[in-house]
């Protein structure tokens, strides 16, 4: 079967830094995205995936190992907004995504 | 710039009503997706469609029904309402499922209570 593993829930302090990491075993692999979702809200996309390496983007920065089925998502100088979920899904074989659950991250100040 | 919206954005009724969620977008993108979030769980795809008039099965189909006759619109219909369909449920697009351009855009949502 298809699966995606991340962590549950988080902490981490406001001006810190935290990895959110997500596994996965899929038929396929067409790339992997990492979406933010704001309690009661819509999950908006943070970044894309498809090669090796890391990908900066401002304060959020994502690493991908397809060899390792891993990868995670740093954020850096944590702001309280930043207190929400975040959704590893990948795109497999059928150019489906595959969901993980989602890691709550709590911002503390 | 409207994007994609869902109506209504939250809806109670009662088992075994038939109940129709729509979706609307207004990027001119070909794919379109109904999803469904449960607490505990990822979003699951409960169908999709790649154009207008092509619609297909996600992994939670059953009790649902979609259409999609113009290609900025999406409705999901459920034609007996159960319990165990009371979800948040999101309306995506994509203007493709290759490359960058797959990026999925999700509406605001629509909570759904069943009694």
């Known amino acids: 079967g298809q699966n995606i593993d991340q962590p549950t829930e988080m902490t981490a302090t406001e001006g810190a830094i935290v990895q959110i990491n997500c596994t996965y075993q899929?038929?396929?692999?067409?790339?992997l995205f990492w979406y933010q979702q704001h309690a009661g809200e819509a999950p908006t996309f943070l970044s894309y995936?498809?090669l090796d390496g890391l990908e900066e983007k401002g304060r959020f920065s994502s690493f991908l190992s397809r060899s390792k089925g891993y990868s995670y998502l740093l954020l850096k100088e944590l702001q309280m907004k930043d207190s929400a979920s975040y959704l590893c899904?990948?795109?497999?074989?059928?150019?489906?995504?595959?969901w993980g659950a989602g890691t709550k991250l709590i911002i503390k100040p | 710039d409207a994007g994609i919206t869902q109506s209504p954005r939250y809806k109670i009724t009662e088992t075994g009503r038939q109940v129709t969620l729509m979706c609307h977008q207004t990027?001119?993108?070909?794919?379109m997706f109904w999803y469904r979030q449960d607490l505990g769980h990822g979003l699951r795809l409960i169908y999709y469609?790649?154009?207008?008039?092509?619609?297909d099965k996600g992994e939670v189909p059953d009790g649902y029904v979609v259409s999609r006759s113009k290609t900025e619109n999406f409705p999901l219909t459920l034609e007996s309402a159960t319990r165990s369909q009371t979800s948040v449920y999101f309306c995506?697009?994509?203007?493709?499922?290759?490359?960058?351009?797959?990026?999925?855009?999700f509406g605001p949502g629509t909570r759904l209570t069943v009694l």
């Open positions: 899929t038929s396929g692999f067409n790339g």
């Open positions: 990027w001119s993108h070909s794919y």
């Open positions: 995506a697009s994509s203007e493709s499922t290759s490359g960058t351009l797959d990026t999925q855009y």
């Open positions: 899904a990948v795109m497999d074989s059928n150019y489906q995504l595959i």
């Open positions: 995936n498809v």
């Open positions: 469609s790649a154009a207008a008039d092509i619609t």
